[in-house]
């Protein structure tokens, strides 16, 4: 018969779990376009309250994983953080198999290629790729993007189980306020794209004068759900012409990496 847990020693387990996971937390709202951030920024963006923001950013830069910005009262990621994401993304067996497909993609249609997982109530980017005749978007891995306004998201959110999709779609309402009924219906019609077409395609749902063309995907083993994107930044052209010449290749390209991924074990 198992002896009863001494409450103080399970009192001070929870502690240091809340611990870590704020701290991971504070570590999550950097961005990968790794603009510093000050402690009234990173309250914003976590939800903790000044105190605990003050203490952990304190204790990062400790452990290496934060560094002040000389001359500034703002942080940006160190070493630690970059070594950690370097060695996930050097060792994943599923994104490295993914990787010459999505560039194969890419440069054959002249367009950018993304692939991504939910964060939270937004989208990551896992892998990127881009062909050498197209301008970047100025994005890449690490990335992070509204799940509600842009194609990787909603076709994400679609391939959610029902439950799931209602509440995510419940919370980006609430977030948007005023606008909620107008990005459910918003969302809604890309579903609606979905069904009819397999893809979806949102024009600036991210950055102005660029555009999406998406699907949702399961990978590896253990049927991971994620999307994936082709997109580029063009001032002058058709958005439905675009999702025409595009979603060939891409379900194609999506029916490859589930069938060449089918037994790798790395999930994300």
């Known amino acids: 018969m198992n002896s009863p847990r001494d409450p103080a020693a399970a009192a001070s387990d929870h502690a240091t779990l809340m611990t870590v996971e704020r701290g991971l937390e504070v ?34 830069i400790q ?50 290629v993304a692939l991504g997982i939910q964060d939270g109530i937004d989208m990551l980017y896992v892998d990127y790729r881009v062909s050498r005749k197209v301008a970047t978007l100025r994005l890449g891995v690490g990335s992070v993007l509204p799940m509600g306004t ?29 606008q909620g009924d107008a990005l459910e ?28 063309v998406s699907l949702p995907v399961r990978l590896g083993r253990e049927g991971t759900l994620m999307s994936i994107s082709c997109g580029r930044a063009d001032v002058d052209f058709d958005l439905e ?4 010449r595009i979603a060939p290749a891409l379900k194609e390209t999506a029916a490859r990496l589930q069938v060449q991924l089918a037994d790798c074990g790395s999930g994300l």
């Open 241 to 244: 012409a675009e999702r025409e």
């Open 185 to 212: 219906q918003a969302i809604r019609a890309s579903f609606d794209e979905l069904e009819a077409t397999g893809t979806c395609a949102v024009l600036g749902g991210f950055q102005r004068s660029t555009f999406g």
């Open 150 to 178: 842009t194609s990787i998201g909603r076709a994400y959110l679609w391939g959610l189980p029902e439950a799931e999709q209602r509440c995510l779609i419940e919370e980006h309402k609430r977030r948007a306020g005023a």
């Open 63 to 112: 452990v290496g994983f934060l560094r002040l910005v000389p001359g500034k009262r703002e942080f940006e990621l160190s070493i630690g953080a970059l070594g950690i994401g370097h060695a996930y993304l050097s060792t994943n067996d599923l994104l490295q198999s993914a990787q010459p497909l999505l560039q194969a993609l890419a440069d054959r249609l002249d367009v950018s």
């Open 27 to 60: 570590l999550r709202a950097f961005r990968s376009n790794r603009a510093p951030l000050s402690n009234a920024e990173l309250v914003r963006r976590t939800g903790l309250s000044k105190a605990t923001v003050s203490r952990l950013t304190s204790t990062l």
